[in-house]
């Protein structure tokens, strides 16, 4: 049986699926797109998918890492990729080779160090890109673009023979237009977006909002956090198909939170913004948001 009954909200484009909860577990997962967000405990359902992008290091995102990877090993798969924070490199090679003595077994790993810029690929045209986040030391979100290659304005009335002729010339006749298809911000305060045309421009963006109550202002700036007042502000900067929250706390329980976040958010966005934990997403896993609406 599967470890985790987890949520899954299918989109047009690919679906997202995971669990998170603060403070006891967040791990979410774009399968289309062969990545994982930060790893949780480590869903079965998860371990086949190739790559993990770690935010940080705090333990409801990272425990699971190293049974991920030995469970990996244990299934036949290569050890995949993890991208993680430069800072978090030498801690997670201790835990894994830990692991790997307490186990009897070494547990193979292919860890990369990743800093705000960086990009990595993850298939040929399909580009892990990395920024820092207000949240703690190192901390940093994950935007996953697809490059395309578009044909120069002024070559586009050319024949296909004529292109291929230039081509074979050395002439470029391309450029590249970056499409950011999700955007994962892992935990992090409020943000400065303007000029973030990545996330802000992304089909998807996965962001936490934590707190919701008025009272629980104060929890969410000490923790680094977003209170919903902070997400309701940053909406105006955003171009999103879909925003999906993770994250949420448990002092406010699901009905109050649905409740507090249809009030704070304009008639505009109300389709648009899906909490990953809703109990349609975690009940009946099929139907989609198209369905529900
Ligand atoms: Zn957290
Ligand atoms: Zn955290």
């Known amino acids: 049986m599967a470890s985790h009954r987890l949520a899954k909200i299918p989109l047009k484009y690919f679906d997202v699926t995971g ?3 603060a403070g006891e577990e967040t791990v979410v997962a774009v399968p289309q797109l062969d990545c994982c967000f930060d790893i949780g405990k480590a869903p079965d359902q998860f371990i086949a998918i190739n790559h993990v992008l770690l935010t940080h290091g705090h333990m409801d995102h990272a425990a699971g890492i190293a049974y991920y990877l030995s469970h990996r090993n244990f299934d036949g798969h290569t050890p995949g990729t993890v991208l993680a924070p430069k800072i978090l490199i030498s801690p997670l090679e201790q835990i894994i080779e830990g692991w790997g003595r307490l186990d009897g077994n070494r547990i193979p790993a292919n860890l990369i160090g990743v800093e705000p810029g960086d990009e990595f690929a993850i298939k040929p045209n399909l580009f892990a890109h990395v920024f820092s986040t207000p949240h703690c030391r190192g901390s940093v979100g994950f935007t996953v673009l697809e490059k395309r290659k578009k044909l120069k304005p002024e070559y586009r009335k050319l024949s296909g023979p004529k292109l291929v002729a230039l081509k074979k010339q050395g002439v470029d006749i391309e450029f590249h237009i970056n499409l950011p298809l999700v ?6 305060g409020p943000m400065d977006l303007k000029g973030a045309d990545l996330i802000s421009h992304s089909k998807v963006l ?3 909002c934590t707190f919701y109550e008025e009272d629980h202002k104060d929890r969410a700036e000490a923790g680094n ?3 919903i007042s902070d997400f309701a502000r940053q909406l105006d900067e955003l171009n999103n198909e879909h ?3 993770t994250h949420g706390t448990q002092r406010t329980n ?3 939170t649905k409740k507090i976040l249809a009030k704070a958010i ?6 648009k913004v899906h909490l990953l934990m809703d109990r349609e997403y975690l009940k009946r896993p099929s139907l989609t948001v198209e369905e529900k609406t």
């Open 225 to 227: 956090h977003m209170h």
């Open 243 to 245: 925003i999906i929250i």
């Open 254 to 256: 699901l009905t109050q």
């Open 19 to 21: 669990y998170s909860v």
């Open 206 to 208: 996965i962001t936490e």
């Open 183 to 188: 955007t994962y911000l892992g935990d992090t």
């Open 266 to 271: 304009p008639q505009a966005w109300q389709d």
